[in-house]
């Protein structure tokens, strides 16, 4: 019965709670369940789940990038300061913030390819570097229409309307972030499970040595998985500058453990027991969820990290213990 217990936790737990936290909430409070409130939900984990997904990669390819929160802050305030600053075309404020998040890939695989440092201590370090530029590169200070230059004068341009729609519109009723968010799980996800290269990616995690004895270039691919991570950071800096309307320092740094929780959460979203896209997203949907209705509720905001670490811990608890009785049955 315990074995029964854990291996249904294990495939069906986080959805299971993400329904049962939607009709308890339903049942306490009648704003939750409503357009408004779901179209809030959605936006907001909409920028959560992108930045997840640089991370999956990373995962999947037995690495894990603690940089993304950096490179969303960098991403955030150099959109701003392109449009606000410089009045650069849209094309230009979309295309360079993600050139940047791909030289913090390159530099993040140059540190753990080249150089050899392990994956954690390596993007650890970048981490603060990154969070250094981008302090540098504002002096501290948030970026917002007209504001004043510390080199005297105001800033020549401001947040166009074609640009805040893509963080605040809507299309078909549905919030745009939202949009660029189901396309690019989707895409994660048929990239990882449906293509040549998506095994690789699981192959190079999986047995680092047998991949490459089977040809795989294995620093090849876990420069691409930090590269597309840098991507995904700076796609979220993007949207998040758009939402706001702004561009907030230190925008991604209190997002860095909720994308964390939400791939570790995924790992057992439908028995996967791996990294993967779909689990990301409902990851993100149970704690955004949560957070939504705890907020409501009117529970102390400083009360939120203990709930997102309950989550995480019972997530890791269910996957870890399946995998313990497979390992064991497995050996008799």
């Known amino acids: 019965m ?4 854990i291996a249904f936790l294990f495939k069906y737990g986080a959805i299971t709670l993400l329904i ?10 009648p704003f939750f369940l409503t357009y408004d409130n779901f ?3 959605l936006r907001s984990i909409s920028i959560v789940t992108v930045l997840a997904l ?15 929160g950096s490179t969303m802050s960098l991403a955030t305030v150099f959109t701003a300061s392109l449009m606000v600053w410089y009045d650069l075309p849209l094309w230009l404020v979309l295309l360079l913030p993600i050139i940047v998040g791909v030289a913090v890939g390159l530099f993040n695989s140059f540190l753990i390819v080249v150089i ?5 201590l390596a993007t650890l370090s970048s981490m603060y570097i990154v969070a250094g530029l981008h302090r540098t590169y504002t002096e501290g200070y948030s970026i917002y229409n007209h504001m004043p230059l510390t080199s005297g004068g105001t800033a020549i341009g401001e947040f166009s309307n074609a640009f805040l729609w893509i963080g605040q519109g809507h ?19 048929c990239f990882l499970n449906y293509t040549r290269w998506g095994r690789i990616f699981y192959m190079t995690g999986g047995n680092a040595v047998a991949a490459t004895l089977s040809g795989v270039k294995v620093k090849k691919i876990k420069c691409m998985a930090y590269v597309i991570s840098g991507i995904f950071a700076s796609i979220a800096g993007i949207l998040f500058t758009a939402r706001v309307g702004s561009g907030q320092i230190d925008a991604g740094a209190p997002l860095l453990m909720e994308a964390v929780a939400a791939v570790f959460v995924g790992y057992s979203v439908l028995g996967a027991g791996k990294p993967n896209a779909l689990g990301t997203f409902f990851g993100a949907a149970v704690i955004g969820v949560l957070l939504n209705g705890l907020t409501i509720l009117n529970l102390p905001y400083y009360a939120f990290d203990i709930i997102k670490g309950t989550v995480l811990v019972l997530a890791l608890a269910v996957t870890y213990m399946y995998a313990k009785n497979k390992f064991s049955t497995n050996s008799l």
């Not at 936290?21 to 049942?27: E, G, H, L, N, P």
């Not at 990669?57 to 940089?67: A, E, N, P, R």
């Not at 050899?116 to 954690?120: F, K, N, S, T």
């Open 2 to 5: 315990k074995d029964q217990l």
């Open 20 to 29: 049962l936290i939607i009709f308890y909430f339903t049942s306490v409070s």
């Open 39 to 41: 179209s809030d939900i």
């Open 54 to 68: 640089g991370v999956t990669f990373t995962l999947v390819v037995d690495g894990f990038d603690l940089s993304v």
């Open 116 to 120: 050899g440092i392990p994956d954690l």
């Open 171 to 189: 299309l078909l009723g549905i919030p745009v972030p939202v949009w660029i968010m189901i396309i690019l799980v989707l895409a994660s996800y």
